[in-house]
């Protein structure tokens, strides 16, 4: 697949890194590993373990947290990723596979309409971006085979969005 799944990171020197980076490297080690605590007072928290809580009020088997990165102005950063659809379409969705440092090993998730669980095209009209205004059409989200690797520090905020189960190792 490529996308560099199941790396630990324990051990990995934490200094002088961002808030971003932290959440990310939180969020892969929620899903390494199996943990169970209780929920947190924050339904969303990207710390919340274990993974599915943030599927409140009830925890379902989930192998992914989505999520999104924001950058300064707290608008979603996105990627191209190969649709079903026919063509390359943007997402702000990802799933993290690996993490060194302050970088990452993001998958592009796709996203998934509430009606017919088909994917949700959310290019902008001029087809050279995203729209934000459909992003409240998703409310599902089906893995890309698209990876990118990012410098986190060059982030200001990360957005949970939903535990889900994307089959990772079907």
């Not at 959440?23 to 929920?39: E, G, H, R, Y």
């Not at 339904?43 to 919340?48: E, I, Q, R, V, W």
Request: with cysteine; proline share 4%.
């Amino acid at each position: 697949m490529g996308c560099g799944r199941n790396n630990n990171i324990g051990g990995t020197s934490h200094h002088h890194e961002g808030c971003v980076c932290e959440v990310v490297k939180t969020i892969l080690d929620i899903q390494n590993q199996a943990v169970n605590d209780d929920c947190d007072g924050c339904g969303t928290s990207c710390f919340l373990e274990p993974l599915g809580g943030l599927a409140f009020p009830s925890r379902q088997q989930a192998d992914t947290r989505v999520f999104m990165l924001l950058n300064t102005n707290g608008l979603p950063f996105f990627a191209w990723y190969k649709s079903k659809l026919g063509g390359m379409h943007p997402s702000p969705f990802f799933r993290v596979e690996d993490a060194f440092d302050c970088c990452a090993t993001l998958r592009v998730v796709a996203p998934v309409d509430m009606s017919e669980g088909d994917e949700v095209s959310l290019l902008n009209e001029d087809e050279t971006g995203l729209s934000l205004c459909l992003i409240p059409d998703v409310c599902d989200f089906k893995k890309t085979e698209t990876c990118l690797t990012v410098d986190l520090s060059a982030f200001a905020g990360v957005q949970c969005i939903k535990d889900t189960n994307l089959h990772i190792c079907d």
